[in-house]
């Protein structure tokens, strides 16, 4: 076994700044000497959504002090580390700069090696921090700005089965809990609504299920709950209406990502005869547990195991960016002070697909 490698992960893409420090090596589950996850929820939250401007600056305010927090819990400090990874995009990219200068700062001063990682590659390679998945394996990224099924065949290797024609899922929960009136940041609103609702009170659509294929539709989903709302004919929503809403919507939406989950586990079984059948499910609408043993029943049914990461490592954190780090490190991927942050970054360069274009 190789020696183990120490990397100190940086992630600020969108609305939380976030660091931490992994010890380990590739072929073994790290350990996670500190994780530290600080949400911009309450700046954000009067408007709605993530204001770009608001979110930048408050990771220019965060990081220094987080980074010293980090390698303190972590009982370490620069010179202990072997490299230094930060997310280098796709995302909000004023956000993107703060942690990637941040980066480069260090790396120059205290003469690390630089990782640029892509905040989906940290999503896509975050179930193996704590789980032993061997590649390739087939995943379901669901996140705010992202909704793509994948094989993942290792680090820098992927192949596009299918993605959103139009909005992404954890953008049409949080449109959806927006309309409802139900609090930022959406998902978990919805999810915890949900809870006390009827999912077959209102007939929503699912889009896309009766064709074939691997790809998504959402916009019309959102749609249809507006008009569902708008249909009940009242100035306010009643609590039972919002509930039953956010139930039925889910439910539509949980039967679409099944759905397709299971055309891209037959693709999967065709292109990879002998591998182990795993279905991954990453990205911050991974937390939501309906959908979890939804998709736990459709890869039952065809012989796969379903594996989703823990919860703190589903949605953004800095622990998914340091592994990703540490497995290109290894693979001997190195980059220089003067690697460019990038607003968009597929994760399937190849592939010819208007929703891989992030
Ligand atoms: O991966 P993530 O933290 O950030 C992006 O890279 O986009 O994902 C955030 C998204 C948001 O749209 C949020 O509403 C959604 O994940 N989300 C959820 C839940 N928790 C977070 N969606 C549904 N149910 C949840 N429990
Ligand atoms: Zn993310």
Same mark, same amino acid.
């Given at each position: ?25 590739? @072929? ?52 202990? &580390?072997?490299?230094?990874? =930060?997310?280098?995009?796709? +995302? ?23 990782? +640029? ?7 896509? &390679? ?13 995943? &379901? ?12 065949? +290792? ?18 929960? @949080? ?65 039972? @209406? ?19 989950? =299971? ?36 890869? /039952? ?16 954190? /800095? ?6 780090? &540490? ?7 190195? @980059? ?23």
């Amino acid at each position: 076994m190789s020696a183990p490698l120490t990397i100190l992960g940086i992630e600020t893409s969108c609305d939380e700044t976030a660091v931490a420090v992994l010890r380990g090596t590739p @072929d073994a589950r790290p350990q996670i000497l500190s994780h530290l996850v600080l949400s911009q929820i309450a700046a954000h939250a009067p408007y709605g959504g993530v204001v770009p401007e608001i979110a930048a600056r408050a990771h220019i305010e965060a990081l220094d002090d987080l980074i010293a927090a980090a390698l303190k819990e972590a009982e370490l400090t620069f010179s202990d &580390l072997t490299a230094i990874a =930060a997310t280098a995009g796709p +995302g909000l990219v004023g956000g993107v700069i703060v942690g990637l200068m941040t980066a480069k700062g260090i790396a120059h001063a205290q003469n690390l090696p630089l990782v +640029g990682v892509n905040h989906l590659e940290g999503h896509a &390679l975050s179930v193996r921090l704590t789980e032993e998945a061997t590649f390739p394996y087939l995943l &379901l990224l669901v996140s705010g700005g992202h909704c793509q099924l994948l094989a993942v065949e +290792g680090p820098g290797n992927y192949h596009l089965y299918g993605a959103t024609i139009d909005d992404a899922v954890g953008e049409a929960f @949080d449109k959806t809990a927006k309309m409802l009136n139900l609090p930022y940041p959406g998902g978990p609103s919805v999810e915890r609504a949900a809870l006390a609702g009827d999912p077959a009170r209102f007939d929503l659509p699912r889009p896309l299920i009766h064709r074939p294929g691997r790809d998504f539709s959402f916009s019309g989903l959102k749609t249809a709950v507006r008009h569902a709302a708008e249909g009940l004919g009242k100035e306010r929503l009643e609590p039972q @209406d919002v509930a039953d809403l956010a139930a039925s919507f889910q439910a539509a939406a949980t039967d679409v990502l099944a759905n397709r989950a =299971a055309h891209a586990m037959a693709r999967f079984i065709e292109d990879y005869p002998g591998a182990t059948r795993t279905l991954v499910v990453a990205g911050g609408v991974a937390a939501n547990q309906h959908l979890r043993s939804h998709l736990e029943a459709a890869a /039952a049914a065809r012989d796969f195991a379903l594996i989703a990461p823990p919860l703190q490592y589903c949605t953004d954190n /800095a622990a998914m960016i340091a592994w990703a780090g &540490l497995e290109l490190f290894a693979l001997g991927h190195r @980059d220089t002070l003067a690697l460019s942050p990038r607003a968009r970054w597929p994760l399937d360069q190849k592939a010819n697909h208007p929703g891989a274009k992030v």
